[in-house]
DNA sequence: CGGTTAAAATTGGTCTGACCACTTGACCAA
DNA sequence: TTGGTCAAGTGGTCAGACCAATTTTAACCG
């Protein structure tokens, strides 16, 4: 048997880990201030500048934001890194099946696990999405926000993650070339109703619904494309 | 113009940029030794813990390697690399759940799509995790090759991509220090043995038992993880 | 009573100094 | 040559002090 390293474990490392598991298991959420870290210390037995470092090296990953005179908070998400690794060139109808198979999970999750603040955020974005479809252009920001709160209801930052990065391969070119050729306000409409359809699953508390509205709208989007593909070439 | 921002530039950051700047300018070049903390205050005219801050900032971002007793190194640019690479800060445990929902139905779809060279490249990814498993370290790519020639076999390139970012997670920190714990070869053998399900249940043909396979897989990944964490608090 | 201003409290930022644990190298004895 | 001891140097952590920024509270005025 070989012999490993051994590797002693820094003080600053494991406060460090310490917090981000309560972040992870939902303790803190995005926005949330933690103690402050005179109160952080003598709760973990140690000395503040230890603290500091924990909270030097949790800020520099990104998942805290320290303001002087006012607080640690919890980072949001997005702010985070991005998950960069997800530019690829996956054609439409992939990303549409991916999402599929991922989203129509997530509304269900939300169906389940969503809170009242994320049932209102869900709530908001499906109204700005409403907005922002009566106007003659495609709602693409009101589009994401609405598929992110969803997301974000799961319960599961990875998830969020995942959503993001398969919602923004619309910025890919395929998909530009693609959605230009689309027609507004009318698919704009249809896609509000699909969306209201998941809305009222969710508020419902009905998981399988929900998985099913989510699974329609991406196979009535995917219907919208191949139309559009066909007239189109 | 809009006003912008103003963000103090707060000492540590200083400190780890001019210390960066060195580096990258090869004033230290990899494997080389930075001066003792206590000489860094001393030159840059300000405080040890100030420096302190800073170093565990450029440790964090992969620059530099830490060594007790003994100094501060500057990383091989292979190890930056990696850390350069890092996406997203979700947990573990978030990780597991996602990964459990999405390579779940991978599996499911890859029973029901893969072809026969699909099929060879998961029992050959089988045989390498098998071979490597015997090794008294965590057969990481192995697992990788794994999990990855799955999402393949589900023939969507958008899962694949997902499935791999969701994989790469285990290079995040949070990861690292989680799996510093976990005991070699007993886990590698169980993680054999969910894989070898996975394998049958996909050359059978059989989505449903290829699914609840892989989510069995995760879900006992999940209990070995609460396991070590809770032996380690 | 409501709005404004100033003072107090709280929070993070940085510093000084002390002590402990670990590493390295030198030296000596077996 | 190997093992043991010691000294010096290094990073690790702590306690306490003071400063800067922000938030909260109290005082003051119309």
Not at 50 to 56: H, P
Not at 141 to 149: E, G, N, T, Y
Not at 176 to 181: A, F, G, P
Not at 224 to 229: P, S
Request: proline residues 6%; aromatic residues 4%.
């Amino acid at each position: 048997m070989p012999l490993q390293t051994l590797e002693p474990r820094r003080l600053y490392r494991q406060i460090a880990d310490q917090i981000s598991v309560l972040i992870s298991d939902g303790e803190y959420t995005p926005g949330a201030r933690l103690p402050p870290e005179r109160d952080l210390a003598r709760q973990l037995g140690v000395s503040r500048p230890s603290v500091r470092e924990a909270l030097i090296a949790l800020e520099v990953e990104g998942l805290l934001d320290v303001r002087v005179g006012s607080g640690i908070y919890v980072s949001d998400p997005g702010k985070r890194r991005r998950n960069d690794a997800l530019q690829g060139d996956s054609g439409p109808f992939e990303v549409i099946h991916a999402r599929r198979l991922i989203e129509g999970e997530c509304a269900a999750l939300a169906a389940k696990n969503a809170n009242p603040a994320q049932l209102r955020a869900i709530r908001g974005a499906h109204a700005g999405m409403v907005r922002e479809s009566k106007r003659h252009h495609n709602p693409l920001d009101a589009d994401r926000l609405f598929h992110v709160s969803i997301a974000e209801a799961s319960g599961n930052s990875a998830l969020v993650m995942v959503v993001q990065a398969l919602w923004d391969q619309r910025m890919g070119p395929l998909y530009r070339s693609l959605e230009r050729k689309l027609e507004y306000p009318k698919m704009a409409a249809e896609t509000v109703r699909e969306h209201q359809a998941i809305v009222s699953a969710i508020v419902r508390r009905d998981p399988r619904a929900a998985r099913s509205a989510m699974r329609r709208h991406m196979d009535q989007t995917h219907n919208r494309y191949i139309k559009e593909w066909s007239a189109g070439s």
